[in-house]
C-alpha cells in the first residue's frame, strides 16, 4: 500500500533510532492496514465495507509523532557492553518535541482523496441498483 511505503520512507529520513519491543517490532516496519466489515446485502450476499484505515507501529512511534515532556523518574541501569557497569540516575526534566511525520506521510501519499472518490464511485453504484431493483419491483 503506497501509504506504508511513504511512511516507512519519510520514518528513515528522520533517522529514529531502533529500539525493540518485546514482541520484536520496531518502527521501519510501520504499516498502514485497512479494516472492513462484512454486511448482508437484500439478496443475502456478502458485502464488503471498507471500517477504518489503522497505522500499525510500536507505541514509541506515536511518541515520536506526538511529542511527551515531562519528568523522567530515578532509578538504575546496568550495561553489558564493552563491560558489566551498574549506575544511578535522579529524576529529571526531558522534552521530546513532536515530529509530525505521520500527517506529512498521509498528505504525501494522498491516500485521503483516493479512498474518499473510490468510496463515493462504489457506494453511488451501489445506490444506482438498489433504486433500479426497488422501481423494477414495483
Known amino acids: 500500500m503506497l501509504l ?5 520512507d519519510k520514518i528513515k529520513t528522520l ?6 519491543e518485546n514482541s520484536g517490532k520496531k518502527i521501519s516496519n510501520a504499516e498502514a492496514v485497512g479494516d472492513y466489515k462484512v454486511g448482508k446485502a437484500p439478496n443475502n450476499m456478502l458485502k464488503y465495507y471498507m471500517n477504518k484505515l489503522v497505522i500499525k507501529m510500536p507505541a514509541y512511534g506515536f511518541i515520536q509523532h506526538y511529542g511527551v515532556s515531562g519528568i523522567r523518574g ?3 541501569r ?10 544511578d540516575f535522579r529524576y529529571h526534566n526531558y522534552n521530546l518535541p513532536a515530529k509530525d511525520y505521520i500527517d506529512k ?4 501519499s494522498k491516500v485521503v ?10 457506494r453511488g453504484k451501489e445506490i444506482m441498483v438498489s433504486l433500479k431493483n426497488f422501481i423494477e419491483k414495483e
Open 113 to 122: 482523496p483516493f479512498v474518499m472518490e473510490n468510496i463515493t464511485k462504489i
Open 4 to 8: 506504508t511505503i511513504v511512511l516507512q
Open 15 to 20: 533517522g529514529f533510532k531502533e529500539h525493540y
Open 78 to 87: 546496568t550495561r553489558h557492553k564493552p563491560r558489566t557497569t551498574t549506575y
Open 74 to 76: 530515578s532509578g538504575s
Open 105 to 108: 506521510a498521509i498528505s504525501r
